[in-house]
């Protein structure tokens, strides 16, 4: 069964998750394509940005236990961590949207729960309705989030909030997820807005674009020595870029820009 879909138009790639009857809970299935369909964008170099969303009334409720727990060699496999990546499968379905080297759009309504949350996260943004629902949940089952959750919520809210929200597994509406900082805008068309903006990164050089969502990525919690190598390292191989050229025109307004492909 296509648990994730994916189709990509003008270098946007939407993903879609695929139970809507059960709105969207995820199943070991579900997460394994994930992984693959990540994989699979990651390799794309004509890619600008991705779309996340979910079809029928919610992103996703979350971890469909009951349906993981008819499995549990399934779970425990899928529990051990992959030693070139540093994360098993629960953890790397969030995760390897952050591999993604594009912009990566979270477009969340209805429940955002538990490992539907993670996913979430695991964007560069995300836009969602005010009425969505936003739950860290699974301190109300007795658990702590795994699947990349801790990580997450570490680089967008204070650490007392974060811990506040995982110990009383509190629900919360898009309005108020925007206030603690999950939520980048709100869009009472969350799809179409996450569309809108994933047009507008497709105007920028996609080399600038890959370049500044590595040196985000890698060197957020790094002191300033580490993060100004890496700036520098970046910058060397943009300045010798086909795309930053193409950009460099757009911006002197000789041209539209014409971007190649991906260098990096």
């Known amino acids: ?23 969207n809970a995820l199943t070991m299935d579900t997460l394994d394509q994930l992984v ?37 060699a399934t779970i425990a496999k899928g529990f051990l961590p992959r030693p070139w990546r540093g994360t098993n499968t629960f953890q790397e379905a969030p995760w390897a949207l952050r591999r993604i080297p594009v912009p990566v759009i979270a477009a969340v309504h209805g429940h955002c729960l538990g490992g539907g949350l993670q996913i979430a996260l695991g964007a560069d943004f995300r836009i969602a309705t005010p009425d969505s629902r936003w739950s860290v949940l699974e301190g109300k089952w007795g658990l702590i989030p795994d699947m990349s959750g801790i990580q997450s919520l570490s680089e967008l809210v204070g ?38 903006l ?36 970046e910058q060397l191989f943009l300045l010798a870029a086909r795309n930053t050229r193409a950009a460099r025109e757009a911006a002197f307004g000789k041209k539209e820009p014409s971007y190649g492909p991906r260098g990096r």
């Open 1 to 23: 069964m296509t648990l994730v879909t994916c189709t990509t138009a003008d270098g946007i790639a939407h993903v879609r998750l695929n139970r809507p009857d059960k709105l």
């Open 36 to 72: 693959a369909t990540a994989g699979q964008l990651r390799r794309d170099k004509e890619l600008r940005a991705v779309v996340v969303s979910g079809e029928g009334d919610a992103f996703c409720a979350g971890l469909d236990f009951a349906a993981v727990l008819r499995d549990p």
């Open 159 to 196: 650490i007392d909030q974060a811990k506040l929200l995982t110990m009383t597994a509190e629900t919360f509406d898009g309005s108020r997820a925007h206030e603690l900082g999950l939520v980048t805008r709100l869009d009472n068309d969350p799809i179409a807005g996450a569309m809108r």
């Open 198 to 233: 994933a047009e507008e990164l497709a105007t920028r050089s996609p080399d600038a674009l890959a370049a500044a969502k590595r040196l985000f990525n890698d060197t957020w919690t790094s002191g300033p020595r580490r993060t100004f190598a890496r700036e520098r390292v």
